[in-house]
């Protein structure tokens, strides 16, 4: 029984690691390599991420810098961040593409705080899909005479309490990454 518990919190651990990542594809005001990660190019036939077919630093805090190991691959790089939806133009200077990410407008901080908001919210349902399935497999070891009623409650409280701290942990994260959003 403890065993269902124990894999119901690596899910909702897990659930509120995938929340905090996608956080961090979400654009701030200042750079970060993180907003690269859904970016493939065609590297020599297999879509590749950016991060693996070039070096990615922040020399600056709006600009990010993206030297390729292969020169060659400068045309090809600058093509999916035009084709991507990031917003920003590169600027390829020969040995290296150079994103300079603008000042966000109030409108497009508060766009971004409600994908935050939204993305939290989709957090929190994987968690309680989580506690729903093991509440679910709980009452069958119930059922199938496993377990007793009162190990059950106390089963269902702890569950109800995992729950909580990591919903907690989830809209933790919302607020520190709404309050990075609308920094200027």
Do not use: W
Not at 144 to 163: A, S
Request: a negative charge; proline letters at 5%.
């Amino acid at each position: 029984m403890s065993e269902i518990l124990k894999e119901a919190e690596r899910k909702m651990k897990s659930a509120v690691e995938a929340t905090g990542h996608d956080f961090g594809r979400i654009r701030t005001g200042r750079a970060s390599t993180t907003v690269l990660e859904p970016i493939l190019v065609d590297y020599y036939g297999t879509p590749t991420p950016i991060t693996q077919c070039a070096n990615v630093s922040v020399p600056e805090p709006r600009q990010i810098l993206i030297s390729p190991y292969d020169k060659s691959m400068i045309g090809p790089i600058e093509r999916a961040i035009q084709q991507s939806d990031l917003g920003v133009n590169p600027n390829n200077d020969g040995s290296g593409i150079r994103l300079n990410f603008p000042p966000m407008t109030e409108d497009r901080r508060k766009e971004l705080v409600k994908q935050v908001g939204h993305r939290a919210e989709e957090g929190c349902v994987a968690i309680r899909n989580v506690r729903h399935h093991a509440l679910n497999e709980l009452r069958e070891q119930q059922k199938q005479k496993e377990i007793t009623e009162d190990d059950l409650k106390g089963l269902e409280k702890r569950l109800q309490d995992l729950t909580d701290k990591y919903v907690a942990e989830t809209h933790d994260l919302q607020k520190k990454k709404e309050v990075e959003v609308m920094e200027i």
